[in-house]
């Protein structure tokens, strides 16, 4: 859709796009002089020495010396694409949100990524999955930055330096680049039970993405949604591929990674260019905003646990269809920054411990990643809308602020807009109650099962898929050199399942421990058995 058309300042603005298109009847230094030759530099002599005088030469070659920045500390490898989301109005009810009012057409921008890998890592390496969205609202941008995993390993924001350490490369050999086979994640998964359940969606084929087209999304987190009247609700999100879910199986996804390590952008971008234009339903569950944040037992903050939709059924909210490649992977897909605290009016965040922390890591790791604090006026990140901050100055700052006053409330330039009549009765924060509390550091006891779910989801399986979940437990499991740790996680199977503990025991050839905790039978939940349902018995 060409170059950005607001700047910071609200004012008009926009590079010319015959700007920077490799064309053209000549090439210009950075500062529009014209260059006579790229191709020589400039010598004493044809043989030499070359001169410093050669200004052309240094520009070119202090450019290229700077051109890489700091991949993203996790979450490095990704791809995307360009699209809109257009809204039902079915949640018109419980959001106040401009963008969830019926018919309404906002532009999105999606990031797909892995989480472990490296800039230049595999697309097929078993891992979790990103799934970004900045909804270039006309209210002003909302990330719903999300994983095609519902539920995350931690449930309180301090671990996740350390199970992002354990789920690294050794800091010694600097393997393995991009996958779960090795001594530091199991050595982290088996002390910290809470992330079996994640670990055991990594297992199964959730873990092997066959298409980003075709990968559920999840906020993960329980959001709280406002009403026009200020009533809340709590929310789960979840995205919904039209063409359903589907992953690579093992044998397809080690073929892949050899052949085409490319394999997932390759078929975002060439589906993109085709016209087959991949689509998503955002749907919602939702539950009552009391002060229990509870629904059916389940901890609504405790982000190792989903809501079976069977109890929650995802409602239906609008339909995301992408369609639109990138025209610069770096100016877009490299630059963007995602924020789980950009929200709008209508949505806002929960006291997840895990939610509360990102708040601040997001903000935080841009500020390196992108080279100071201007990076939200980089045309990726500029929302549709005009801005109008008190920010000034900082490395890279690009808009042209006027005026003589950037404080408020002033007299010099024209005062202060909220004093001037303007409705921020949607702006206001909400009154939530906060109990009468004493500093801790502990968790809650609701947060205590880590088992029951990773049950139900295991029983849930399909046999073929249950074959392959035990087989990729063996597998990643074998490459481990410690055998405490093996063993240690084969107790924390043994508390999941007695069968699923005894199939990897027999892979590793160690015995199966008896499980620590009441292994209590569950109903597999029909929601999850329903994706499982799609491949065939081989
Ligand atoms: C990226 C931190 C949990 C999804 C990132 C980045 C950081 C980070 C530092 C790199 C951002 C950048 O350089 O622009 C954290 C912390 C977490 C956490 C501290 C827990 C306390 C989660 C969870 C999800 C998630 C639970 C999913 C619900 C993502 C995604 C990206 C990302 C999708 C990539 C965004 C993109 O494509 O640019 N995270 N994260 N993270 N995170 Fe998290």
Avoid at 66 to 95: D, L, M, N, Q, W
Avoid at 482 to 488: A, N
Wanted: charged content about 20%; hydrophobic content about 35%.
């Amino acid at each position: 859709a060409g170059p950005r058309t607001v700047s910071p300042t609200g004012q008009e603005t926009g590079n010319p796009p015959e700007v920077n298109q490799q064309g053209g009847a000549y090439l210009t230094t950075a500062t529009g002089a014209r260059v006579r030759d790229t191709n020589h530099s400039l010598k004493a002599g044809p043989r030499g020495p070359t001169l410093l005088q050669d200004h052309h030469l240094r520009e070119k070659m202090m450019h290229f010396d700077h051109e890489r920045i700091p991949e993203r500390v996790v979450h490095a490898r990704g791809a995307a694409a360009h699209g809109t989301f257009t809204s039902y109005g079915t949640a018109e009810k419980i959001s106040r949100a401009a963008f969830l009012a019926k018919g309404a057409e906002t532009p999105v921008f999606v990031r797909f990524s892995t989480v472990l890998g490296s800039r230049g890592s595999a697309d097929t390496a078993r891992d979790t999955r990103g799934f970004a969205t900045k909804f270039y609202t006309s209210e002003g941008n909302f990330d719903l930055v999300g994983n095609n995993i519902p539920v995350f390993f931690i449930q309180d924001g301090i671990k996740f330096p350390d199970v992002i350490h354990a789920g690294k490369p050794h800091p010694d050999r600097e393997i393995p680049q991009a996958q779960s086979a090795h001594d530091t994640f199991w050595d982290f998964v088996s002390l910290h039970t809470e992330a079996q359940h994640h670990t055991i969606w990594n297992m199964s084929d959730r873990g092997l993405a066959r298409s980003y087209r075709m990968m559920e999304g999840f906020g993960v987190h329980t959001f709280r949604m406002v009403d026009a009247d200020g009533a809340t609700s709590l929310v789960k999100l979840h995205w919904k591929p039209k063409l359903g879910v589907h992953s690579l199986v093992w044998e397809e996804a080690l073929l892949t990674n050899g052949v085409d390590p490319d394999f997932h952008r390759r078929d975002l971008a060439d589906a993109i260019e085709a016209g087959a234009f991949p689509s998503w339903e955002l749907g919602l569950q939702v539950f009552p905003d009391n002060d229990e944040q509870m629904f059916e037992g389940i901890d609504l903050l405790d982000p190792t646990k989903l809501v079976p939709e069977e109890l929650a059924p995802v409602q239906p909210v609008g339909e995301m269809v992408l369609n639109r490649n990138v025209s610069n992977y770096f100016a877009e897909t490299e630059q963007v920054a995602f924020h789980t605290a950009h929200l709008v009016p209508g949505i806002d965040g929960t006291d997840d411990p895990l939610l509360q922390a990102r708040h601040f890591s997001y903000l935080d790791t841009q500020l390196s990643r992108l080279g100071g604090p201007n990076f939200d006026q980089l045309p990726i990140n500029r929302p549709h809308v005009p801005v109008n901050d008190m920010l000034r100055d900082g490395a890279h700052q690009s808009a042209d602020h006027r005026g003589v006053a950037p404080y408020q409330p002033n007299t010099l330039d024209g005062g202060c807009p909220f004093m001037a009549g303007a409705d921020m009765s949607a702006y206001e924060d909400l009154a939530v109650t906060i109990p009468a509390s004493r500093k801790v550091r502990e968790n809650p006891a609701s947060f205590d099962d880590h088992y029951s779910q990773a049950r139900m989801f295991w029983r849930s399986l399909s046999p073929v898929e249950q074959h392959h979940t035990a087989q990729a437990y063996a597998f990643e499991l074998g490459k481990v050199y410690e055998q405490v740790i093996k063993e240690r996680q084969l107790l924390a199977l043994a508390n999941i399942d007695t069968e699923l503990c005894q199939i990897v025991a027999n892979g590793l050839g160690l015995p199966a421990p008896a499980a620590t905790v009441e292994v209590a039978d569950v109903d597999p939940s029909p929601a999850l058995s329903q994706v499982g349902g799609q491949w065939p018995t081989d």
